[in-house]
C-alpha cells in the first residue's frame, strides 16, 4: 500500500503569506493521482485539488498542487482567515485508497 | 445540489456490530455513473477508506476491514448502508458516506457532515 507522509505537522501563518505543505509517498503515484482536501473543526473535508494539480469545482486559485511520482506539494499564495485548517493529501486509482497524517495550519 | 447524510446509532456496544446508512438527495444513485464510498476518523487520527459500492451492488474494501465490513445499497430508497461487526474501541471514529468522483477508487468530491460512533460498554 502507499504510505503518504506530510510535513511539516503543524504550520503557523498569517492572512496575506504563501505556505507550502508537502505530501511523500513511500513509492511513486500511478498517474499522479494525489488529491488535497481541506478539514475544519467538526465539518467534513472538502476537495481542493484532484490529480496532484487541477483544482476541484469552486476552489480559489490562490490554492494550487503541482508535484509527481513521490513528492507533491499544496500551495496557498495568499492566506485568507478561512484557510486556516487541516489539510489532508489522498492518494487514489488503486486500492487501499490512502490519506496522509495531516498538516496543521494555525493563525501565527 | 447533491447533498449525503449520515444516520444510525452513536453507540455500538464492544463486539457488537455497527450500521450506518447514508441517505442520497439531489441525484440518483442508480442513474449516475459514480461509486459511493465510507470514510471513517479515528479521534486524532488519518482518515481511512473503507470501501466503495456501486449501484449494481459491485464493492471494493479496504484489505485491513474486509472480514468485518459489508456495504450495501438500496436505489428504491437512494441509500447505502455500512455494517462492520466485532467492534472494538479502535472502531470509534467519525464515520463518513461520500460521492467517489473519479467513477471508482478515487478521490471523493461530495462529503456527508459525518456520524460519530462510539463504541463502549
Known amino acids: 500500500e502507499i504510505v503518504l507522509t506530510q510535513s511539516p505537522g503543524t504550520l503557523s501563518s498569517s492572512p496575506g503569506e504563501r505556505v507550502v505543505l508537502s505530501c511523500r509517498a513511500n513509492?511513486?503515484?500511478?498517474?499522479?493521482?494525489l488529491a488535497w482536501y481541506q478539514q475544519t473543526p467538526g465539518q467534513a473535508p472538502r476537495l481542493l485539488i484532484y490529480e496532484a494539480s487541477s483544482r476541484a469545482t469552486g476552489v480559489p486559485a490562490r490554492f494550487s498542487g503541482s508535484g509527481s511520482g513521490t513528492d507533491f506539494t499544496l500551495t496557498i499564495s495568499r492566506l485568507e482567515p478561512e484557510d486556516f485548517a487541516v489539510f489532508y493529501c489522498q492518494h487514489y486509482g488503486g486500492s487501499p485508497i490512502t490519506f496522509g497524517q495531516g498538516t496543521r495550519l494555525d493563525i501565527k | 445540489q447533491l447533498r449525503l447524510q449520515e444516520s444510525g446509532p452513536g453507540l455500538v456496544k464492544p463486539s457488537g456490530t455497527l450500521s450506518l446508512t447514508c441517505t442520497v438527495s439531489g441525484a440518483s444513485i442508480s442513474s449516475s455513473y459514480y461509486y459511493w464510498g465510507w470514510i471513517r476518523q479515528p479521534p486524532g487520527k488519518r482518515l481511512e477508506w473503507i470501501g466503495n459500492?456501486?449501484?449494481?451492488?459491485?464493492?471494493y474494501y479496504n484489505p485491513s476491514l474486509q472480514s468485518r465490513v459489508t456495504i450495501s445499497i438500496d436505489t428504491s430508497k437512494n441509500q447505502f448502508s455500512l455494517t462492520l461487526t466485532s467492534v472494538t474501541a479502535a472502531d470509534t471514529a467519525l464515520y463518513f458516506c461520500a460521492r467517489d468522483g473519479y467513477s471508482n477508487l478515487g478521490y471523493f468530491d461530495f462529503w456527508g457532515p459525518g456520524a460519530q460512533v462510539i463504541v463502549s460498554s
Open positions: 459500492i456501486f449501484f449494481s451492488g459491485h464493492t
Open positions: 513509492e511513486s503515484v500511478p498517474a499522479n493521482f
